[in-house]
């Protein structure tokens, strides 16, 4: 049980990634680049991790790229769709990102890719992933931010609004960047750093992302969704107001994904520890060959 708010309605995001499960790797480029993204980061870290946790496998992209990995030992997948599982290779675990069932510190490292922005209590995760992992373990998470689909955002607010008198949610309002690091301090994770970049996906028209978005499984699952579907007419208004303000110059629009990745260190004593405030030993105007002046002055 948990007081967080419950934002997505997980049990039916599970069923519609269900039935578009065998057809996940049609429909993977983004998962595919976020994918590489963690695996370079992941390359400048020179050392041993005996048992890999990949959270939110879906069907099994990023497992294969860890087990290639110099130091990885033994890479466990834990996806809660059935249909998405199946797909994935070795060792196996069905099962709610929000309830891990792993005993305390028993990971050397927890990689997640796109799945962490989808669940209720991301607060109450992170720190069951820092219980999880050893001391000097690591977290790499990568999940959607606040710009994400911005442009789609946009266009569906206008057309409600102008059609209906009044808009319903219909995009996920993912966080952004600063609340994402100031959780992983939150969670009890030592050096913490998140950090965003932006990915622009191009399509014929705004109709074709929505499509694209229905197929991988990930369409509007808040529960504070209107039930009706989207009329025609507002459907209509909604594409015209995308191409209007965001059509590039042969005809195409873009929609943006921003990725926010997290890294984050399970405590240990090896670790760097800031100084005592007021332990410095040399002013910060020597240290940079200038005058101190004060505020005064």
Same mark, same amino acid.
């Given at each position: 049980?948990?007081?967080?708010?419950? @934002?997505?309605?997980?049990?039916?995001?599970?069923?519609?990634?269900?039935?578009?499960?065998?057809?996940?790797?049609?429909?993977?480029?983004?998962?595919?680049?976020?994918a590489?993204?963690?695996?370079?980061?992941?390359?400048?870290?020179?050392?041993?991790?005996?048992?890999?946790?990949?959270?939110?496998?879906?069907?099994?992209?990023?497992?294969?790229?860890?087990?290639?990995?110099? !130091?990885?030992?033994? #890479?466990?997948?834990?996806?809660?769709?059935?249909?998405?599982?199946r797909?994935?290779?070795?060792?196996?675990?069905?099962?709610?990102?929000?309830?891990?069932p792993?005993?305390?510190?028993?990971?050397?490292?927890?990689?997640?890719?796109?799945?962490?922005? $989808?669940?209720?209590?991301?607060?109450?995760?992170?720190?069951?992933?820092?219980?999880?992992?050893?001391?000097?373990?690591?977290?790499?998470?990568?999940?959607?931010g606040?710009?994400t689909?911005?442009?789609?955002?946009?266009?569906? $607010?206008?057309?409600?609004?102008?059609?209906?008198?009044?808009?319903?949610?219909?995009?996920?309002?993912?966080?952004?960047?600063?609340?994402?690091?100031?959780?992983?301090?939150?969670?009890?994770?030592?050096?913490? #750093?998140?950090?965003?970049?932006? @990915?622009?996906?191009?399509y014929?028209?705004?109709?074709? $992302?929505?499509?694209?978005?229905?197929?991988?499984?990930?369409?509007?699952?808040?529960?504070?969704?209107?039930?009706?579907?989207?009329?025609?007419?507002?459907?209509?208004?909604?594409?015209?107001?995308?191409?209007?303000?965001?059509?590039?110059?042969? !005809?195409?629009?873009?929609?943006?994904?921003? @990725?926010?990745?997290?890294?984050?260190?399970?405590?240990?004593?090896?670790?760097?520890?800031?100084l005592?405030?007021?332990?410095?030993? #040399?002013?910060?105007?020597?240290?940079?060959?200038?005058?101190?002046?004060?505020?005064?002055?």
């Amino acid at each position: 049980m948990t007081d967080e708010p419950q @934002i997505f309605d997980r049990a039916l995001l599970w069923r519609r990634r269900n039935r578009v499960a065998a057809a996940a790797g049609q429909h993977d480029f983004l998962l595919a680049s976020t994918a590489d993204e963690l695996m370079e980061r992941l390359a400048i870290v020179q050392r041993r991790f005996a048992v890999v946790l990949d959270l939110g496998a879906h069907h099994g992209l990023l497992g294969d790229r860890l087990r290639s990995l110099p !130091g990885v030992e033994t #890479v466990i997948q834990m996806e809660p769709v059935a249909g998405l599982l199946r797909q994935c290779r070795g060792l196996r675990v069905r099962g709610d990102e929000e309830a891990l069932p792993f005993r305390g510190q028993s990971l050397d490292l927890v990689v997640s890719a796109l799945a962490l922005q $989808l669940v209720n209590d991301l607060p109450g995760t992170l720190l069951q992933i820092r219980r999880a992992l050893r001391p000097d373990g690591l977290l790499l998470a990568s999940l959607l931010g606040g710009a994400t689909l911005n442009e789609l955002r946009t266009a569906l $607010l206008l057309a409600e609004e102008e059609v209906a008198g009044g808009a319903s949610p219909r995009v996920a309002p993912f966080a952004d960047v600063r609340d994402l690091g100031a959780l992983l301090q939150r969670a009890g994770f030592a050096l913490p #750093v998140a950090d965003a970049y932006s @990915i622009t996906v191009t399509y014929p028209d705004a109709l074709a $992302l929505m499509h694209e978005l229905k197929a991988a499984g990930v369409a509007n699952a808040l529960r504070t969704r209107t039930r009706r579907p989207l009329r025609r007419h507002t459907l209509a208004r909604a594409l015209e107001h995308y191409r209007e303000r965001y059509a590039l110059p042969n !005809g195409r629009v873009p929609a943006t994904f921003e @990725i926010v990745t997290l890294t984050g260190w399970a405590p240990h004593e090896s670790q760097q520890q800031p100084l005592r405030p007021g332990s410095a030993t #040399v002013r910060l105007a020597e240290a940079l060959n200038t005058v101190e002046r004060s505020a005064t002055d």
